[in-house]
């Protein structure tokens, strides 16, 4: 755990709140845990949907990468539509879970709590933004989210762009 600490900013009539950011560690496995929960359900519910159309699956060493990246290449359905499934759905776990309540699950298993500048859960709108900004963060090959590994606060860059802090929850 890390003992850095962060003053949120705060106004002339608000107390100051002390806050332990996480560390690089506990934030990478809450980002493990909620890949793997979103990537579970969107496979089954595309293969459940594959089922139900009649759609041949392929066989289980036809499975990996390759067989995602082909599909989406060769404009097949069931591909385009487990890719956009998997989008639409990280979107919204995002912006409800992380934006509105500050708490993703696997943040709630890691112990960890996303909050603004005013320590409190980011809301709607800082939500959004923070869930924009993770494009930037992840694409050129995570260098955005790698960023937290040396910043003081442990930030990635959608949190510098959103105004958002990871601390350690209440214990």
């Known amino acids: 755990m890390s003992g850095r600490e962060v003053r949120p900013s705060r106004t002339h009539d608000e107390r100051v709140l002390r806050v332990r950011v996480t560390s690089f560690g506990r934030r990478a496995a809450a980002a493990a845990i909620d890949l793997a929960l979103l990537l579970g359900l969107s496979a089954a519910v595309t293969l459940l949907a594959a089922l139900l159309l009649g759609v041949p699956m ?4 036809e499975f990996g990468p390759d067989l995602l990246v082909a599909g989406i290449l060769d404009r097949n359905p069931m591909a385009v ?13 995002q912006l409800y879970f ?29 939500g959004m933004a923070r869930l924009i900004a993770l494009a930037p963060s992840v694409v050129p090959a995570g260098l955005g989210w790698i960023w937290a590994l040396f910043d003081r606060e442990h930030r990635a860059l959608h949190d510098h762009i959103a105004g958002t802090y990871l601390i350690v929850d209440k214990d």
Not at 81 to 93: D, Q, R
Not at 101 to 123: D, V
């Open 58 to 61: 392929p066989g289980w060493r």
């Open 81 to 93: 539509g487990a890719v956009g499934l998997f989008g639409g759905m990280t979107g919204l776990y």
């Open 98 to 126: 992380a934006g509105i309540s500050g708490q993703t699950l696997g943040m709630r298993a890691m112990g960890i709590r996303l909050i603004s500048a005013r320590g409190t859960a980011p809301g709607p709108g800082r």
